[in-house]
């Protein structure tokens, strides 16, 4: 399976001639061009960042899965998923975890939020510091964002204990801030593990 690294929270995973496409949001310039290409949409939770409506609307074509809210706002096209949830979508097994966005603040409502699971691979949590209950291979690790700390991100990664980390979510720091959150939470500082990096466009085999 390869991985291709868009800028803030969405990914495209590719196998077998097919390619699925994760929380392709506003703050990704590239989502068009990778809804364009995919056989499906994962969408994690309804934040504007994850979920591009008006794009997605463009392309009715494509199967989106997602949680309930998601389907609220487009329709019978959307396949819920909910925690504990697995699914065969585009040839890839997806399974569901997790439930609840991170807090942000007393007074901001917290939504619902499934992190993925990809073929028992790569988990994308969304935005929730939330560790599946089985092994990960590659773990994106959100960076930034309202509802995230360092401290918290640095548990989450030894709760998982993924063999690779892969830093996402990172578009509210700058390049020295995602440098130097990555070695914080890197090989040599909180976590024991390398954070990988990845330049928007990029794909790795994973």
């Excluded at 690779?164 to 130097?180: C, K, Y």
Aim: charged letters at 20%; proline letters at 7%.
């Amino acid at each position: 399976m390869q991985l291709t690294k868009y800028a803030h929270a969405c990914v495209a995973l590719h196998k077998d001639g097919r390619t699925i496409v994760l929380d392709p949001g506003t703050f990704t310039p590239e989502a068009r061009t990778a809804v364009t290409q995919a056989d499906a949409v994962l969408i994690t939770h309804e934040h504007f960042d994850h979920l591009d409506e008006d794009l997605l609307r463009e392309h009715p074509g494509v199967p989106v899965f997602g949680p309930a809210a998601v389907r609220a706002k487009l329709g019978e096209r959307v396949t819920v998923l909910a925690p504990g949830d697995e699914r065969e979508i585009a040839g890839f097994t997806v399974t569901a975890h997790g439930g609840r966005h991170a807090p942000i603040h007393g007074d901001i409502p917290i939504v619902d939020n499934v992190g993925l699971l990809i073929d028992g691979t790569v988990y994308h949590p969304g935005d929730s510091y939330h560790a599946p209950d089985r092994p990960v291979g590659m773990l994106l690790l959100p960076t930034s964002g309202p509802w995230t700390k360092l401290g918290e991100a640095a548990d989450f990664v030894r709760a998982v204990k993924p063999e690779r980390v892969l830093q996402i979510h990172e578009l509210m720091l700058s390049e020295l801030g995602q440098a130097s959150t990555a070695a914080i939470l890197g090989e040599q500082g909180l976590t024991g593990r390398a954070v990988e990096r990845l330049a928007p466009g990029a794909t790795i085999e994973v």
